[in-house]
């Protein structure tokens, strides 16, 4: 106990520097920002600015990105109330009462109630972080290449069964994620694979410039296609504290909500977007007049806020002790700490205190500062809503181009974001989800090097993975989250909500 | 999703066959020393296999599911072709032409050609945003945008 406040002390030390204040800002204010347009989420724009903080230290970095992306879980829900557009996914469901709410002419209680859900979650999952973290790297500790393969396995499983659409396809797709991560050098047998004498692909696909085009240049040729139509209200925004009998409708909401957020947020393939969907479906199931909800009930946007915060706040923890990713976001942010030079896994605590707990404390931070920034500013986000596509869409394009470029300053990146963004435009028609590809490009080198370690070390036998009792559970876990579905009709927990 | 799929799933099959045979090509060892193509090729066969369940059950799809299916028009199509384009193009000329030509060229023609917004109105947002963000990005964050054949401004 002493030891964590000690180490919390310290992490106010390195979070309270102007320096990292300033990023921290920066990347609250960027992600807020990101979660107002449509059409450009966390995931894309971490891998934008991702070569703006390649000048900075890795601490400042982290923080800053880490910052776009709660920021962004505050920022989603701005639009989804005012314009019923999700600014990013994990706000879908907030669309549902909170648009109804603004309609009513309650614009102001739902966005001030998504505010301070979201800074009670998002505290409440930071403060979680802060002991659960630890702990969890002292048991990762004990992990062989067996119990990795393992987890690598169940957090891709997890993915595919909560991701959107067919569970097949996804599995498809993390499959055809793995094999794109074995392009490049084979670092085990010295030897390159799949590169087909094409410089570009030597160094092998990188996880940043695929996602900004699966995410960022894919969203945009869609766009392109159903012109985006805004109807933006024209009611002015008042009265955005919500009053006591608000209060005393949301709180339940939202304590449950950062609860089932932090915990799905844990789960390595769970996340922000997920918690969403299953706080609503929640709150509709329990509450005492289910027919008020998709009319404006403020228990559907107080439970969900809450939940995606706490569950973006949670997916830190698999990130940073156990160098797994959750989700699409947290995969590469992965990406971001291995281009400075870290490697997330349960030595980051000790081998760089000032990384883990300034990112830490800088969450408390900067969740202080989103409340303080966002509910002034909404009338500023509500005319940056203003700014026609037609201006936002070559933006956005020329931002992916320079971030791809200036990812290694070389056009090869570039190439690969663009195929990447035709690919992820067809997988998107095609109804192809694009997150469990990415996840398992960022997981695919470290899920082969334990696999092919996992069998050395055995000679060959498979049993394994099933002898030791941590990857036997995962595998487990992982087979139930395969058959369940085929059983119990295929209901996935996404689809729930939309009953 | 009837049609749809039977072209998806057939194009995920071939691509884990081409997968299959580039593993094996690559050895894959035995169990006791897995080579470099060992995942990739048990990961290309379960792939196929699935895309194979893909097309086949696209032939159960009902008709009228099929029909709800809206194909997008023709002039959307070329717009999206024309950008993508445009970006390769950007990508192709961006180190010998530098930063700033091709930006304000691509600028230029997004707003001009797709948008088909009036010439000056174009011309004034090309000429600002290619200012500001080699303001932002060279300037202020460092980045190190390719100069081109302007690279001898020295700016």
């Known amino acids: ?499 | 999703m009837g049609k749809s799929d039977r072209v998806s799933g057939s194009f995920w099959f071939l691509f884990c066959l081409f997968i299959i045979y580039q593993s094996y090509k690559l050895g894959l060892g035995n169990v006791y020393q897995p080579g470099p193509g060992f995942l990739f090729f048990w990961t290309g066969i379960v792939v196929a296999i699935m895309a194979l369940v893909v097309v086949a059950q696209s032939f159960r799809v009902k008709p009228q599911e099929e029909a709800a299916e809206a194909p997008a028009g023709k002039r959307t199509v070329t717009k999206v072709i024309l950008v993508l384009v445009a970006l390769f193009i950007y990508a192709a000329l961006m180190e010998y032409l530098g930063f700033f030509i091709v930006t304000l060229l691509l600028f230029f023609f997004l707003l001009k050609v797709i948008e088909k917004k009036k010439w000056w109105f174009a011309a004034a947002v090309s000429i600002l945003v290619t200012f500001f963000s080699y303001l932002i990005f060279e300037t202020a964050l460092q980045s190190q945008l390719p100069k081109g054949i302007l690279g001898f401004l020295r700016f």
């Open chain 1, 1 to 499: 106990m002493l030891d964590i406040l000690q180490n919390v002390g310290y992490g106010f030390q390195v979070a309270l520097q102007p320096a990292n204040l300033m990023y921290c800002f920066f990347g609250v204010l960027i992600g807020t920002l990101v979660g107002v347009l449509p059409g450009l989420g966390p995931a894309a724009a971490i891998a934008l600015l991702l070569p703006t903080t390649f000048h900075v230290s890795p601490v400042s970095a982290t923080i800053m990105l880490a910052g776009i992306f709660y920021g962004a879980m505050y920022g989603g829900s701005t639009t989804s109330i005012l314009v019923n557009i999700p600014g990013e996914a994990a706000s879908v469901v907030t669309c549902i009462d909170g648009y109804q709410m603004a309609r009513k002419g309650r614009a102001g209680a739902a966005l001030g109630i998504s505010a301070f859900g979201s800074f009670i979650a998002g505290t409440f999952s930071v403060i979680a972080l802060t002991f659960v973290g630890p702990f969890l790297a002292n048991i990762a500790l004990a992990f062989g290449p067996p119990e990795y393969f393992s987890l690598m396995i169940v957090g891709i499983t997890v993915l595919t069964y909560l991701s959107s659409g067919s569970m097949l396809k996804s599995l498809m797709m993390a499959g055809v994620g793995l094999i794109l991560s074995g392009v490049g050098m084979d670092t085990i047998a010295g030897k390159y694979r799949f590169t087909f004498d094409i410089p570009a692909l030597l160094d092998g696909v990188g996880v940043v410039p695929v996602a900004m085009g699966l995410f960022g240049i894919s969203e945009v040729l869609l766009n392109l296609e159903t012109e985006i139509k805004r109807d933006l209200l024209t009611t002015k925004v008042k009265n955005l504290f919500p009053s006591v009998k608000d209060w005393a409708l949301s709180i339940w909401p939202i304590i449950r909500g950062s609860i089932l957020g932090f915990f799905l947020g844990i789960i390595p393939g769970g996340g922000a977007v997920i918690a969403s969907f299953a706080s609503y479906a929640i709150e509709k199931k329990i509450a005492k007049h289910p027919e008020e909800f998709g009319k404006g009930a403020i228990q559907g946007v107080a439970g969900p806020e809450a939940a995606n915060n706490a569950g973006a706040g949670g997916s830190f923890i698999p990130l940073l002790t156990l160098g797994i990713p959750a989700n699409p976001v947290t995969a590469i942010l992965l990406g971001a700490l291995m281009i400075h030079g870290l490697t997330p896994g349960p030595l980051l605590i000790k081998d760089a205190p000032d990384l883990f707990w300034g990112t830490i404390v800088s969450m408390y931070i900067g969740n202080g500062m989103l409340l303080v920034l966002n509910l002034p500013l909404i009338p500023l986000w509500v005319k940056v809503l203003k700014v026609p596509y037609f201006i936002l869409y070559p933006l956005i394009l020329l931002f992916c181009l320079i971030g791809a470029y200036s990812l290694d300053n070389n056009i090869s990146d570039v190439i690969i974001m663009l195929v990447f963004g035709i690919t992820g435009f067809l997988m998107k028609k095609y109804r192809y989800d694009g997150a469990p590809m990415i996840l398992a490009l960022v997981l695919g080198q470290k899920l082969e090097t334990s696999l092919r370690r996992a069998l050395i070390m055995s000679h060959g036998d498979f049993s394994v993975f099933v002898t030791r009792p941590i990857s036997l559970g995962f595998l487990i876990i992982a087979v139930l989250l395969l058959i369940v579905p085929i059983v119990t009709g295929r209901k996935k927990l996404s689809t729930l909500a939309e009953e």
